[in-house]
């Protein structure tokens, strides 16, 4: 009799044969080609044996070509397991309520975990992630990505070099590095304030040092603004070395600088809006396969922009091959404006003031402009400006002391 593997998976049952010489029903089986096996002798015209649960048809068939009874006393297996389970309505409900609630509980923020930055910074990034949605009991497939959030904390929060975002289970874990302001090495020791550009002094401030210079005067690169060497007597030369003080210069000089700048504006500008007109979608998707559970209506939009945005179902911490998908379709309408010269020409003086600002740091200040040149040329207006701008000229020297003068 053979013997198979996997008879538990695909279910098996035990037969009691009645009739003349029983154990010849089993040998009919086994000519049959039906695995039959464990065949017990019971009495004079009865025998035991197990067959596999899809043998059942075929050996009801050679039942009826001889003269034996047949009965089921015994049924084992998964099918039959699994029969008995679902009968059982209430635990197949608590068990389905079990899967659901454990789903349901895997995809719920638990903790957000924070390292790497100060207090401050992370009560800021705390505050950022709260105003995303995203906190402690907080429903994780109606957030954005690690990548999407990682992008909106460093948008928004200036003080971050860099961070990272990475969810765990449970957790939203966030590593962050704070961007350290690179300040000029201050000069250690006495020192002299120079000047780094042209331009003529507006406004001086100085807290320590002799000043060499006086509002209106005109200087120009490497002249010393303000002098880190004190005399406090000159009786005579060979004395005046001696009572030589040396001091580290402290202070701000706002000279009126000047820059030529050029810039372009086309006369015609394309760009695209937002109506504010939204529909949403919620697939459930499997592998590239995407199954629509809410939002079956197309928008009818002309133009669309299309957002989505991607969840991964967790059972416990490990990952499903299954993504909540929310889709957001709005409508986006297309615009172009003219602009006449005088127009474009404000515009690019703006645009070449924030950008001379940008270049020269926040402190920097715009205090003039004059167009030196204005032309026309494939739909843009190209301009030359003189651009006049109030900013701290003063750069720190050391002082040599074994120089003759002390510069």
């Known amino acids: 009799m053979k013997h198979t593997q996997g008879k538990f998976l695909s279910g098996y049952v035990t037969i009691l044969v009645k009739g003349n010489m029983p154990e010849l029903f089993f040998q009919k089986c086994v000519e049959q080609g039906i695995s039959v096996w464990n065949v017990r002798k019971k009495g004079v015209d009865s025998c035991v044996g197990n067959v596999k649960l899809s043998d059942i048809h075929a050996i009801k068939q050679i039942k009826r070509r001889g003269n034996y ?33 454990i789903i349901f509980l895997s995809n719920i923020i638990w903790k957000v975990d924070i390292n790497g930055l100060p207090k401050e910074i992370e009560e800021k990034v705390v505050k950022q992630l709260e105003s995303y949605g995203i906190h402690q009991g907080a429903w994780t497939l109606s957030l954005g990505t690690p990548s999407d959030i990682q992008k909106k904390l460093m948008r928004d929060v200036p003080e971050l070099l860099w961070i990272g975002v990475q969810k765990k289970g449970t957790t939203f874990q966030l590593e962050g590095v704070e961007k350290l302001i690179v300040k000029e090495d201050k000069v250690k020791g006495p020192r002299h304030l120079v000047a780094t550009k042209k331009g003529t002094i507006k406004k001086m401030y100085i807290s320590k040092g002799v000043p060499q210079v006086a509002v209106n005067d005109f200087v120009k690169p490497g002249d010393v603004l303000v002098s880190g060497v004190l005399n406090q007597s000159e009786e005579n030369n060979k004395e005046k070395d001696k009572n030589k003080v040396f001091v580290a210069s402290e202070g701000q000089v706002i000279a009126n600088t000047w820059y030529e700048v050029a810039v372009s504006i086309p006369l015609e500008a394309k760009y695209e809006v937002l109506t504010g007109k939204q529909e949403k979608r919620y697939y459930m998707g499997i592998n590239d396969f995407q199954v629509p559970i809410w939002g079956f209506k197309t928008p009818e939009y002309a133009d669309i922009f299309v957002e989505q945005n991607e969840n991964p179902i967790y059972f416990l911490k490990w990952k499903l091959p299954f993504q909540f998908i929310e889709s957001s379709i709005s409508e986006k309408t297309y615009h172009t404006t003219k602009r006449t010269k005088e127009e474009a020409i404000q515009i690019g003086i703006e645009q070449a003031k924030q950008e001379l600002v940008y270049e020269l740091g926040p402190d920097a200040k715009v205090i003039s402009e004059k167009v030196l040149h204005v032309t026309t040329e494939r739909g843009k207006v190209n301009l030359e400006l003189y651009l006049t701008v109030e900013e701290d000229i003063v750069k720190e020297v050391p002082i040599q002391k074994n120089s003759k003068d002390g510069d």
């Open 69 to 101: 009874r047949i009965s089921f006393v015994g049924r084992k297996g998964f099918p039959f397991l699994f029969h008995r389970f679902i009968k059982r309505k209430e635990v197949l409900f608590g068990l389905l309520i079990g899967i659901f609630a």
